[in-house]
């Protein structure tokens, strides 16, 4: 493990992860700075996090600095994260989207959908609940890391990333060895889109989502930030569509045009009437 | 909450029932399927099984089928937490009767989220 970085370093790093990404890190996240840019360092044979902040300064912007951004951005994940937000998708959300729009396929976006844990979560929701739905439904995936979408893209997960969360019946029925991988099966690969999206850039060319899951990525944000992302996103949805925040996320003070609701176990959030 | 785990690695046991004590579980270890079988005549009926696959004296999905023909355990939530990753594995083991399948090496994480697929992540 590289020593720490002296606090002009620190703040050097802070400002440019905010400039480029929009990515708050304070002084309480330092302990993300070390964890997530050691492998960096390691991949890159560079020798401390000194030397490559050293680095990122004198030169202009090139791989290492969007390795860096990568490393910062990607967040942890695991299948059916959470449960509750898949079980209220399952058994009211799903259900209701689909009586109102006739049986049409559904458009839901996974914002900074990480690896695709997520986005394949939901794949296989939907394909269990409502099969033929599933076939005309897209599951739009965007995140500002080009390497976690490659991957969510390529459907390959590990071992030890399949034993987090996935339920057993899930894994052997939409799942197959590939080596010592697990590949998704193409009929919930073929759901997926994925798109290189910065949240705090404003975007163009996004559908009209009847669902929106943007579950811990807020907390990152200052608040502008949020405010203008989350607006963003408002005209981005159908008004009568589902956005789903983190548990411990509240768009209080952030966006008056949502208003809180509660769907079986899960809080989420709806356009105010 | 009480939990069986079955494994003929001590330090596997030794493992996993520490992970279960920290999530309020009360645990019975058993070093092989006959071995547990012999507890479960005599003591306290456990809400979840953790059974490992390959065992002396009788191997976990022996355990597993005997445990599935006994209706005194049919409540009984059984996990594998074992070494074998095959596909096959796995079918065999949910049509006898398995709730879950975890695969070694695990993450404490890991462990607590299938635990929370069964309905059981805290024992509280």
Redesign the interface.
Known sequence: MSPPLDPQEFTWLCTFLRTESALVIDEAKEYLVNTRLSPVLKELGIKSLSELVAQLRRRPMNKVHQRVIEAMTTNET?F?RD?HPFESLRNDILPDLIKKRGGAGLNIWCAASSTGQEPYTIAMVLREAFPDVAARSRIFCTDINTLVLERTKAGLYT??E????L???M??KY???KGQEWHVKEELRRMIDTRVMNLAIPWTGVAMMDIVFIRNVLIYFDVETKKSIVGRIRKSMATDGYLFLGGAESLLNIDNDFARTTVGKSTLYKRAA | MHALVVDDSRAIRSVISRMLREMGYSVTEAGNGREALDKLATGELPDLALVDWNMPVMDGFALLCELRADPRHAEMRIMMVTTE???ER??A??GAG?N????K???P??LR??L??LGLATAA
């Open positions: 695991s059916f449960l071992q030890l399949v034993n987090r969360g339920p057993a019946p894994l052997v799942f197959e060895r | 990753t095959e596909i796995m079918q083991a949910l398995a879950e399948y975890l695969m090496p695990f993450t994480d890991a989220e299938k929370g697929i």
